[in-house]
């Protein structure tokens, strides 16, 4: 059995332990980290002199051989040695003899992995940024296409007051750019390179550090050994960002699997994204965006498990951190697929206009635009609340609609009250009245949208 240790052992490891121990069936994901880092690794140890020029030489090459076979997916991985970079270093071995004993030259398993572990989150959030884009993309998209459609908008879950559709998509776009935000920062936030601290002092030969940060496009050298192999705080970070980026996807598919209910009837989800029922022949149920919804609860729970793991860990390095790549790959491989999904959803949902137009005219949507309407009369707003409040319950006590109201019962409530009022009871005024930055003032969406358009393109 290959191992990178085992001559201090008095007998050989029990096979149940080395099961129970070995990484190599879920830490394959870093061969070509583990490989690139070796090639900058094998160049810096030739270029300072610690190992011969030729064996420097020999190592990349035959790293580089490995790199394409890894690329092409025909590197076979041995399950019985114990993790990926016992497997690269065996098969290095067989590839070009003695020279590849001098590749963990200064280097320990204990920086290596954590530095095949920043490049895996740094590589993955730079695609994870993408897939957001090309989400937010869509959702422009479809907010365009649907400039003129006015809806109810909730707070509560109970009908507030009206917005636009395009306004509401908006809203989502936001909420994604901050997550493209959050993933940028922790990737600046883990542009330190730990190789070169070694098994947890540092070494007494002589290496060059910035030589290898720079090769593989870090700011600079970690700046503390024990910190270097310790640190888990870029797995964190990403598995942070990426259940609040979990977060927002559910609550994106929670709107539209409301709105896609009969009850709701506000759109149409295309029936790629759906599944029927077994027992029930006319069933048209959300079931992906209902997983998206579920599946944040495992991203938020893999948070907690690495949160949980390196918890109360005494400094340095311990074998509980191997555990951190199960959690780490699946939430990114799911947040992935979440981000794909959700950006087919906006390219084939259909709005039922005329249906959601029947529901944008109930007097109540209204009742702030009319208090405002005070307000600009001099009306203090805790009068204009009052005022409006007892209008409407005295329209419901009635079986009135305040349109219906002359201007006598009108002038009853305020004085301030004329007939133009009543034309404030509309969704188009309603959201043509809006000024305010932010707000969804038509040609203030318009002018969002073309921004992101240019932003996101
Ligand atoms: N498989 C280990 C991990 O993922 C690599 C580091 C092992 N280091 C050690 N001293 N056993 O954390």
Redesign the pocket.
Known sequence: MTKLWGSRFAKGTDVLADQFSF?IAY?QNLAKYDVQVGIAHARMLGKCGIIPKQDAARLVSGLQKIASQIADGVFKFDPKAE?V?TNIQTALKGLIGPAADRLHTARS??DL?ALDMKLYCREEIKVIIGLIAQLQKAIVGFAGRHQDVIMPAYTHLQSAQVVLLAHHMLAYVEMLERDKGRLKAAVAHMDSMPLGSCALSGTSLPIDRDFVAKTLGFARPTANSMDSVSDRDFAVETLADVAILGMHCSRVAEDFILWGTSEFNFLDIDWSLCTGSSIMPHKKNPDVLELIRGETANLYSRLNEVLILMKGLPLT?N?D??LD?PPLFESVDKIKVILKLLTKLFTGVKVKKQDIVRRIYDEGFFSVDVMEYLIKKGVSYRAAHDLVGTMIKGCVDQGKKIVDLTLGQLKAYSPYFEEDVKALLDPKISVESKKSFGSTNPKLVRQQIAKWKKLLD
């Open positions: 990484s830490d993790d970079h398993r204990n992995i390095y074998r951190m191997q790549k």
